[in-house]
């Protein structure tokens, strides 16, 4: 992805990695802590203090790792990226022996709206973007990375579509796993089901437009 291997600055670096089993485990409690806490409360009450104690680490051993709480948010944003991205990887994989443009969709669309963060946790991390700068650029980064991707795959169904639909259709994608997310917080169960079906066939709709080249409203 572009920026994946950009420099940190010293402020997000991590002061050392953990090789041992014992350190690899309390990042791993850190992150998880932190996650938990971010999910329930935002960006805002996220203390270092209130991280290690659900992690059950000392707050220097936090320090050992993490030098702020702003590192741990652009981490725990980073493995949010590097889960959709192993989408991604597997979704490739999947399109060298795709046949029909349908069940690759939805096998992708559904991939997608279970990375594996609970829609709290995107959200949050979602809203975190307006206190850390660095985060909208990774986020931006991974956007760009992420559409390129989406339209590449719609252009193997449809090699003779228009770059701006590819790219109107890749962003529309995008966006609906992140409008998922905020409508499962406030729906849940049944309704979120009939939502997330719903705007499936909607998007397959657009997607049956787009590569099957049909007139679409508002086309002239």
């Known amino acids: 992805m572009?920026?994946?291997?950009?420099?940190?600055?010293?402020?997000?670096?991590?002061?050392?990695?953990?090789h041992q089993a014992r350190s690899r485990?309390?990042?791993?409690?850190?992150?998880?802590?932190?996650?938990?806490?971010?999910?329930?409360?935002?960006?805002d009450k996220l203390t270092t203090r209130r991280i290690a104690e659900r992690a059950n680490v000392n707050v220097s051993s936090l320090y050992q790792f993490f030098p702020n709480k702003h590192a741990i948010v652009y981490a725990l944003y980073g493995e949010w990226i590097g889960s959709a991205q192993n989408i991604f990887e597997y979704a490739d994989q999947s399109l060298l022996t795709a046949t029909e443009w349908r069940p690759f969709f939805i096998e992708f669309l559904i991939t997608l709206e279970n990375v594996g963060f609970s829609a709290e946790l995107e959200t949050q991390l979602t809203l975190?973007?307006?206190?850390?700068?660095?985060?909208?650029?990774?986020?931006?980064?991974?956007?760009?990375?992420?559409?390129a991707k989406i339209s590449g795959y719609i252009r193997h169904f449809a090699p003779n579509c228009s770059d701006d639909r590819l790219k109107a259709m890749a962003v529309i994608l995008l966006d609906w796993d992140m409008t998922l997310a905020n409508q499962e917080i406030v729906h849940k169960g049944?309704?979120?089901?009939?939502?997330?079906?719903?705007?499936?066939e909607g998007l397959l709709h657009l997607l049956e437009v787009c590569i099957e080249n049909k007139a679409a409203y508002g086309d002239k």
């Open 2 to 18: 572009t920026g994946a291997n950009t420099k940190l600055p010293q402020k997000l670096q991590k002061r050392r990695d953990p």
């Open 190 to 200: 049944s309704v979120h089901k009939h939502i997330l079906n719903f705007t499936m």
């Open 128 to 147: 975190a973007m307006s206190v850390y700068e660095d985060l909208r650029q990774l986020d931006q980064d991974y956007l760009d990375w992420a559409i």
């Open 25 to 43: 485990e309390a990042v791993r409690r850190i992150l998880r802590a932190s996650a938990d806490l971010l999910a329930e409360q935002g960006v």
